[in-house]
């Protein structure tokens, strides 16, 4: 079985030719052929790039039972199938002792010679062919934040911060500027149209963010920006860490994610006539995420610490409302200059979720909307923190689950966000976060020891 993109005679197509071609041009020495775990961890086999041609003809075999919840030992055999539109030069490799690249790869199930179910590429890949039967395009654009902490004398990491700046602070609080201008260059270098970086609230905390593009792109660039920001900090001898609530008290890194559909080159969440300029496919898809906003939290919200974030009073979203001019609610309407730009964030997502889970999540839930011609509630346009709990009742506002085991539970009795994840995901990251969740409540924190060792 040869790659989707082999030519029919069983040579290179001209996207693999042009990769070879590159390989020769850039002294590039070895590959990283990169996938995902289920809990979206990046995963690479190194091979020389003298074996780029076979990777793209026969696929490069490897041991999938030694990867988190892809499969028993004895259905161990897997092929990675490179994808020739993600190459890109590693930069931060190319004045060491050998020059590397990257290619994305999808997982072959060698057994039936198809995509693998358990491969989170896959179940994007599959959200992205609904969304086109129903005759969209789905765009994504994300906001990933994250933090910068020294490390102490062995190299490992701390909880000092890199910097004592704020929200767009210059220097010299905001010490990490030109660690974010290198982090730009190697993002630049790679492919990436930087849209803007600055400081966060919290001090060492960070945004960058890039260009919206259609969802596929969109998630390969969120694993690549991961593995950039921490490759790149890590020359500069401190660490950084996508973890969404590091440290108690300040905000936490969250991953606002805008989305929208086109149809026919033209943006279909885009009404002029409409109050808010959103179509009722716009709406029909909002009111979709809503309805399945408690099961989405498991998957965009995948860490027993991403719920340390999702409290009310550090700018985190735990509301399920939406509106047009405020951050309080889990969908903003954002502001659009052009018909082009119509689109809908949503604000609960942390950097620490597999990006393909949870962009398929989103798009199968915002579906379910659009087939099912969901209405979306009337926008909250006051300040939802400070409404009492009476109030919320009155306004119909529910709020997201308040810990990962309430969120697995919300994952597993709906059936459109589990049907999203497919059978074999499902099953395997229910199992996971159940057992993570479970160990959690069964350890004993610093906090408790603290306020009732001495106490009682």
């Known amino acids: 079985m040869t790659s989707e993109h082999t030519s029919p005679d069983g040579g290179l197509d001209a996207a ?8 020769e041009q850039e002294g590039v020495d070895f590959l990283r052929l990169q996938f995902t775990d289920i809990l979206g961890t990046v995963k690479n086999v190194s091979v ?18 030694s990867i988190e919840g892809f499969v028993r030992i004895q259905e161990s055999d897997m092929r990675l199938d490179p994808d020739p539109e993600t190459f890109a030069v590693l930069p931060w490799r190319a004045d060491s002792d050998g020059s590397a690249a990257r290619l994305v790869c999808d997982v ?11 491969d989170p590429r896959t179940v994007l890949k599959d959200a992205i062919d609904r969304a086109s039967e129903l005759g969209y395009e789905v765009n994504a654009g994300p906001e990933p934040e994250f933090f910068v902490f020294e490390t102490d004398a062995d190299g490992a990491p701390t909880t000092d911060t890199h910097d004592a700046g704020g929200y767009f602070d210059l220097a010299p609080k905001d010490l990490a500027s030109d660690l974010r201008r290198e982090i730009i260059y190697n993002l630049e ?6 849209e803007a970086s600055h400081h966060e609230v919290a001090e060492g905390q960070h945004e960058i963010d890039f260009k919206y593009a259609d969802a596929l792109t969109t998630a390969d660039n969120i694993a690549t920006f991961r593995s950039v920001v921490r490759a ?14 590091p440290i108690a008290g300040i905000n936490g890194s969250g991953m606002h994610t805008h989305l929208s559909l086109f149809e026919d080159g033209e943006n279909a969440f885009h009404d002029g006539d409409d109050e808010f300029n959103l179509s009722g496919t716009a709406k029909s898809f909002l009111a979709g995420i809503l309805e399945h906003a408690p099961a989405l939290t498991a998957v965009c919200n995948p860490t027993v610490n991403s719920y340390k974030r999702l409290v009310p009073g550090y700018e985190a979203p735990v509301y399920v409302a939406w509106s047009d001019v405020n951050r309080s609610a889990l969908i ?6 052009v ?15 597999n990006p393909y889970l949870a962009l398929a999540a989103m798009i199968h839930a915002g579906l379910d909307g659009v087939e099912n011609d969901l209405e979306a509630p009337d926008p909250v346009r006051e300040n939802i923190y400070e409404f009492d709990e009476a109030t919320r009742e009155e306004y119909g506002i529910d709020t997201l689950p308040p ?14 966000v589990t049907d999203a994840l497919g059978d074999h995901i499902a099953e395997k990251f229910v199992e996971a976060k159940t057992a993570e969740y479970d160990e959690y409540r069964a350890s004993v924190s610093e906090w408790e020891i603290d306020r009732y060792l001495a106490k009682y």
């Open 16 to 23: 693999e030719q042009d990769v070879i071609d590159k390989i």
């Open 48 to 65: 020389p790039a003298s074996q780029a041609e076979k990777a793209f003809t026969e696929g490069i075999y490897f041991d999938g039972s």
């Open 108 to 118: 072959i199930d060698t057994s039936t010679g198809e995509p693998f179910s358990g």
């Open 189 to 194: 270098s790679m492919g990436f149209e930087v």
């Open 232 to 245: 790149t900090t890590a020359q500069s001898d401190a660490h950084a860490t996508f973890m969404p609530k």
């Open 332 to 337: 903003r309407k954002p502001a659009a200059r």
């Open 339 to 353: 018909p082009a730009a119509s689109r809908i964030e949503l604000r609960s997502p942390d950097p620490s979720c």
């Open 403 to 416: 810990n990962l085991g309430a969120a697995v539970e919300a994952l597993e009795d709906d059936e459109v």
